[in-house]
């Protein structure tokens, strides 16, 4: 979102235009404000269209002070629901945002971009749910039965941030073709047979791995047998499943510059982090700032 409202500002825009000073970086550069840093970041890329700015962070998120210097600025946010592996605040940024003169994009696929009249590319590697297909052995009405109990346990079931998302194969293809297509489609598979029905076990076999637990006790709630204890089948999957994540970039090309969020997002804030940065962050009309200098007498350059 943009923002062509401002005051009339106090502090001499002159020296603040003049000034790479690192003590004047340390206010948010917020959308509806110019202030310091704001300005600051427009004057690290002169002929910019547009400058990264705050319409507002959302709880949790913290800012770190932004960094200008010619060619570029760059500030950075922090979350506690989305931070990597750092111990510390300055180590473990979820989101880097910086202004260029210009950006490489050939990795980038272009996409509907949220700001009106700016490019916007993408080139991210998201990691949200945990893809589960169930594969009965059998075509017995207690096997399906028995795998639709499992999907309905099963599905939403939240693992490192991840929810499960669990569907059950029905089509009458030969048992190991379903089983190589979910795998291929890199999808943890659950195989259950007639056997497993009676005996209230599985068969899990794990993404990326040849390891194939046969036989994994699946047992009844003592206080509702309609109910599955499916806890050592998540034991089994949380011992194997990263975390949700959302890494690599987004790119906002205009007219002699290019803003990039660079993102290391990790843990269950993953989920929404694309609603919520574009929520979050704006683009402050750099051009329309500084003939309103123009207009006060300053030069901006």
């Known amino acids: 979102m943009r923002s062509r409202r401002w005051p009339v500002l106090i502090l001499p825009i002159g020296l603040l235009l003049a000034s790479c000073a690192g003590n004047l970086g340390r206010g948010v550069p917020e959308c509806d404000d110019p202030g310091a840093s704001l300005i600051l970041s427009i004057q690290s890329v002169p002929k910019t269209a547009f400058a990264p700015c ?49 950006c490489d994009v050939s990795e980038a696929v272009q996409a509907e971009s949220d700001e009106p009249g700016v490019l916007l590319f993408i080139d991210v590697d998201v990691i949200i749910d945990v893809p589960i297909t169930i594969v009965p052995d059998s075509r017995s009405l207690p096997t399906l039965i028995y795998a639709s109990r499992l999907q309905r346990e099963l599905d939403g079931t939240v693992i490192s941030g991840r929810p499960m998302v669990v569907s059950v194969d029905r089509t009458f293809s030969d048992t190991s073709q379903r089983i190589k297509a979910a795998q291929q489609s890199g999808h943890t598979v659950v195989v259950v047979s007639a056997r497993d029905e009676e005996e209230r076990t599985l068969t899990l076999l794990l993404p990326g791995s040849d390891n194939e637990i046969v036989g994994l006790k699946v047992n009844t709630d003592p206080t509702n047998p309609d109910v599955l204890d499916l806890g050592s089948v998540i034991d089994e999957l949380e011992g194997v499943t990263a975390e949700a994540s959302y890494v690599g970039a987004w790119y906002y090309l205009f007219a002699d510059g290019c803003i990039i969020y660079t993102f290391d997002a990790h843990g269950s804030g993953v989920s929404t982090i694309e609603s919520d940065v574009q929520a979050a962050l704006g683009l402050f009309d750099a051009e329309a700032f500084r003939q309103f200098a123009r207009d006060l007498g300053y030069d901006p350059g």
């Open 54 to 102: 705050i319409n507002g962070l959302k709880a949790g998120w913290e800012y770190e002070d932004l960094e200008a210097q010619s060619g570029q600025s760059i500030f950075h946010l922090d979350s506690d629901r989305l931070g990597g592996g750092g111990t510390s605040f300055e180590e473990n940024p979820f989101l880097e945002v910086s202004l260029l003169p210009s």
